[in-house]
C-alpha cells in the first residue's frame, strides 16, 4: 500500500487509505444522495448543475463523458442533448453511486452506457470525447492532477472540460458559511441520512480543495489552454472551463 501521506478531509492519512475512505463515504452516502443534496443546497445545486449544462454548449451527435457522475444528474441533461446520434458515458468509481445512477437513467427513459472506473485511470481512447465532465468529484481525489491529465487526454482536439467543484467562498460570507458547514451539515447528515461523518467529511474536503487560481493552474499544468471559471453564489462553487489544444 501506498504511504506518502495526503488529506482526508482535515485528517492526514496514507495515500493508499485515501480511496478506501472516499469509497466508504460515498457507499454510506448513496441511498440519500439526492435528498439530501437539495436538503444540503436548498436545491442550488439544480441552479449550478444547470449553469453547467449551459456552458457545456453540448449538441446533438457529441460524445460526452461524466467523471465521478455519481447519480447521474449532469447525465441525464446531456442525453436530452445529444439525440440518438450522440454517446453520454455516465462513470464513477463507486459501485452504490453509480447502481443509483443508472437506475435513474432507466426510470428517465435512457439506457446509457456506464462504467465503473477511477478519473486517475480512465478506460477510453485519446482524443475520443467532445466535452468532458466531473460536478463535486475532483475534491475526492487522491492525485488530483493525475486525473486532470487523464480528462485531458481523452478529449478531441477543440473539445473542453468542465470541473464544476466547491470553492473559495467570498471572505464576507465566510463566517456564516463555516457556521453552516462545520454546524448545521453534520447535524443534518445525522438527522436525515443517519451519517454525521460523512457530512462532515463533506465541509472538511471543501475547505482543502485547490481554490479557484490554483485549480486554474492545474488544469493549465494538465495540457489545458483558455482556462477560465465563473464564480458561482459568491465563490461557493466555481464552474471552470478549459480546452484541449
Ligand atoms: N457528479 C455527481 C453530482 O454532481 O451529483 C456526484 C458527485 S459526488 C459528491 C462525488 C462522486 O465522486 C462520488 O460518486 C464518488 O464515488 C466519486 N469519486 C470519488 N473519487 C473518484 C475517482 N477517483 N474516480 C471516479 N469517481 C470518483
Not at 443534496?37 to 453547467?52: C, I, V
Request: proline share 4%; charged share 25%; hydrophobic share 45%.
Amino acid at each position: 500500500m501506498n504511504d506518502k501521506p495526503t488529506h482526508f478531509g482535515f485528517e492526514t492519512v496514507a495515500e493508499g487509505d485515501k480511496a478506501r475512505r472516499v469509497a466508504g463515504v460515498f457507499s454510506s452516502v448513496a441511498a440519500n444522495y439526492d435528498v439530501m443534496n437539495d436538503l444540503m443546497s436548498l436545491g442550488l445545486h439544480r441552479l449550478w448543475k444547470h449553469f453547467t449544462i449551459q456552458v457545456a454548449g453540448v449538441r446533438q451527435g457529441d460524445r460526452v463523458l461524466d467523471v465521478a457522475g455519481g447519480t447521474g444528474d449532469l447525465s441525464l441533461a446531456f442525453a436530452k442533448k445529444v439525440g440518438h446520434q450522440g454517446t453520454v458515458w455516465l462513470t464513477d468509481i463507486n459501485q452504490a453511486m453509480l447502481a443509483r445512477g443508472r437506475d435513474r437513467m432507466i426510470d428517465h427513459g435512457h439506457a446509457l452506457p456506464v462504467a465503473r472506473c477511477d478519473a486517475e485511470r480512465l478506460p477510453f481512447p485519446a482524443a475520443h470525447f467532445d466535452c468532458v465532465t466531473v460536478a463535486f468529484g475532483l475534491r475526492n481525489m487522491t492525485h488530483k492532477q493525475e486525473a486532470l491529465k487523464e480528462m485531458t487526454r481523452v478529449l478531441k482536439p477543440g473539445g473542453r472540460l468542465l470541473v464544476l467543484e466547491f470553492s473559495r467562498v467570498w471572505a464576507p460570507l465566510a463566517p456564516a458559511y463555516d457556521f453552516y458547514s462545520f454546524k448545521v451539515l453534520p447535524w443534518l447528515g445525522g438527522k436525515v441520512a443517519r451519517d454525521a461523518d460523512s457530512y462532515r467529511y463533506l465541509a472538511e474536503s471543501i475547505r482543502m480543495h485547490p481554490p479557484q487560481n490554483e485549480l486554474k493552474t492545474m488544469m493549465e499544468d494538465a495540457g489545458l489552454v483558455r482556462v477560465d471559471y465563473f464564480n458561482l453564489t459568491g465563490g461557493v462553487v466555481a464552474l471552470h472551463r478549459g480546452y484541449r489544444v
